[in-house]
């Protein structure tokens, strides 16, 4: 959930009907990525730094000597380690594409990540290269009690290794408000107390009974619809657990680097780095730690990103289903902010399974829950899973290549 670019404060304000038809005729067009990826390839100390990031230790992740004894048979990176990756896929725009893609139809609206989906149909391994080809696939204007009128913009990342076999697809959606009108409407008043002792011997009591189902096949066979898996806890959230996401995670949005590399990239986006209360530009992204900038968009405190949550749902999701098993599927919607000082308790259901082409499915309901019973996250998961007579086969993507993805998405859309 990031704050997008900004346009001069004269500019602010007001969601347009012109805004929203440009936005339109960027539908099915790539578009080229503003930065470099934080990972060129998959490496040893880039998985583990982003592991470590979000707590989690798995060998499969981290040791490439254990990876290498697994069905897999080298290290493989988490399953969002995509968002590090990605060599820009889209090609050279002529003029008229230029002239499309320049600017943000929505530069000066606050935009929050809402929805996040994904599906994943082969492994990043140690080595791998990755492309990716980002495209807009939808854009629809609505209505919300937050931020008054919005317009909801999805967009596909398509990612590739580097043979040019499909990895998977991440789709998002982000609801782009009016910034006046989400501080006038916002209701959400936080009251965070002091954590008691006893909470958070709570908390360190949950984290020493984590356990990884590992190298210890979990077979189709032995799932329960009911069954619920292991909770994980995240938290409470502090500024250096935002900060050691950033190392593994990277910056995304502002460019990587300090000082006088931050300067020159500054000086040709300027409106991504909003003067501090000393007058010195900084970049937007502070509003995930610095309490002063969150306050002056609206809210009561700064608060985790979309990206986080979403990793927390995976870790849930890979320790249950242990080295042979697969994620497939997931979906999870951002309902409310993940505040600093927040515990997030990450929960999961069984609710189906299925064999379907001879996959063998576990349906999983999710929650990311916070320690006042408020669920911030709702999702829902496809996980694959081996039975006692055969090994878990790889989904097959829609299509081969990117431009075929792009093909297909445009026409799901057009379905709907």
Same mark, same amino acid.
């Given at each position: 959930?990031? @704050? ?6 004269? +500019?602010?304000?007001? $969601? ?16 080229? +990525? ?15 730094? &982003? ?12 040791? *490439? ?36 893609? !320049? ?14 989906? &994904? ?5 990043? +391994? ?12 939808? %854009? ?32 998002? /959606? ?6 006046? #009108?989400? !501080? ?5 008043? $936080?009251?965070?107390?002091?954590? *008691? ?32 898996? +292991?909770?994980? %806890? ?9 900060? %050691? ?10 460019? *990587? ?79 409310? &902010? ?5 515990? #997030? ?16 499915? %576990? ?12 669920? /911030? ?15 878990? @086969?790889?989904? @097959? ?20």
């Amino acid at each position: 959930m990031s @704050e997008t670019e900004q346009k001069p404060a004269e +500019q602010f304000g007001v $969601l347009t009907d012109e805004a929203v038809e440009r936005s339109r005729r960027r539908l099915g067009v790539p578009q080229p +990525q503003r930065n470099p990826p934080h990972n060129h390839e998959v490496t040893w100390d880039g998985s583990r730094h &982003f592991a470590y990031g979000y707590g989690d230790a798995n060998p499969l992740y981290c040791d *490439p000597e254990y990876a290498a004894k697994t069905r897999w048979g080298a290290l493989v990176a988490p399953p969002t380690f995509l968002y590090t990756m990605g060599e820009d896929a889209a090609p050279a725009p002529d003029p008229e594409t230029k002239a499309l893609l !320049k600017g943000d139809p929505f530069a000066g609206l606050g935009s929050y990540q809402a929805v996040m989906e &994904f599906e994943w149909w082969r492994p990043l +391994q140690l080595g791998d290269r990755c492309r990716v080809l980002q495209t807009q696939v939808g %854009v629809e204007l609505k209505r919300s009690s937050f931020g008054g009128r919005t317009a909801h913009v999805v967009r596909d990342y398509l990612y590739a290794n580097g043979r040019g076999e499909m990895h998977a697809l991440r789709r998002g /959606t982000w609801i782009n408000a009016e910034r006046h #009108t989400s !501080k006038k409407r916002a209701k959400e008043a $936080l009251e965070q107390q002091p954590y *008691p002792p006893e909470q958070l011997a709570e908390i360190d009591a949950a984290y020493a009974a984590e356990t990884r189902r590992g190298a210890e096949p979990r077979y189709w066979e032995d799932v329960e619809v009911g069954e619920a898996l +292991q909770p994980r %806890v995240k938290g409470p959230l502090t500024t250096t657990d935002v900060v %050691v996401w950033h190392l593994g995670w990277g910056m995304q949005l502002t460019p *990587p680097g300090a000082f006088g590399i931050a300067a020159a990239v500054r000086r040709k986006a300027p409106g991504l780095y909003p003067p501090n209360r000393l007058g010195v530009p900084d970049t937007v992204q502070r509003l995930h730690w610095e309490p002063e900038r969150a306050r002056e968009l609206g809210l009561p405190n700064p608060y985790d990103y979309g990206g986080m949550r979403e990793t927390w749902l995976c870790h849930l999701l890979t320790d249950w289903i242990g080295d042979d098993g697969w994620l497939w599927q997931l979906r999870c919607e951002h309902r409310k &902010f993940n505040y600093l000082g927040d515990t #997030t308790w990450v929960r999961g259901t069984v609710v189906d399974k299925r064999q379907v082409d001879g996959r063998n499915e %576990v349906h999983i309901d999710m929650r990311c829950e916070n320690q006042r019973g408020e669920v /911030t996250t709702p999702g829902r998961a496809v996980v694959l899973l081996p039975t006692r007579a055969r090994a878990v @086969e790889l989904p @097959e993507p829609p299509a081969q290549d990117l431009d075929g993805m792009v093909a297909h998405e445009l026409e799901r859309f057009a379905v709907r």
